[in-house]
């Protein structure tokens, strides 16, 4: 799969805006909404790993983190 | 900024004076699921959603307050006349030493309105499922009432506004299919 869990946007900025502007505004679009009904036999992590991210699945994992730009 | 225009969205009659009714759309009017907290949340939530769907937040925000405006006149017209003894009657006897005839925000137990209601998480998926799940109950909410009423003058605008209520969600899930569509790809070095 190619795509993220992070959407994006340049929101309008204005030339009278007080703060420098951020000209990317990134947003969280995590796994489950692309997942209407989970399907049958995804892989699955082992039980460390699924302990460590807290899901048995990695198509439910997003790996969230602050660098990927939101907080 | 708002053009006014000195008229109902859509009309209200009220044929008789029935403040035990009046008590129950206060539930609309300043409950939690409200129009007030409908409007209030979505006017506030739009500075902060991506610039694709500020637009839906706004209409819709600038509708509720419309439909607040229909919820007053149904509650203003329900009790203008009644008697001290009448509000007591109808379970406004509370109301009444503190408010007099005059309308106020609270819900159809006497509590009033707070923010605490709303939220504006800054996360534009979790927003718009708040403002998904406010119009699902604000629809509920609007059938019990109806349910409760046999005032078939009030129960046709309830109907009205009920219905509005299953518009606006499916205008805030097309927002989320809207962002989802906006997904980033990969970046590959």
Redesign the interface.
Known sequence: ????????????ISPWDPCPPVKV??????PQ??MNFQPASLPQFSPAEALQHGSLWPALVDGYSKREGIS | MWVYEKKLLYPVEVKECNPKLARYIAEQYGGADGELAAALRYMNQRYTV???VIGVLNDIATEEFSHLEMLATMIYKLTKDATPEQLEEAGLGAHYVNHGHALFYENAGGVPFTTTYIQAKG???ADLYEDIAAEEKARATYQWIIDISDDAWINDSLKFLRERENVHSLRFREA?EV??D?????K?F
């Open positions: 799969m190619d795509y993220t869990f992070t959407g994006s946007y340049e929101p309008y505004k990134t947003f969280s679009l995590p909404l692309f | 991506p610039d694709k996360d534009p998926i989320v962002l989802k906006e997904r980033d790809r990969k590959i």
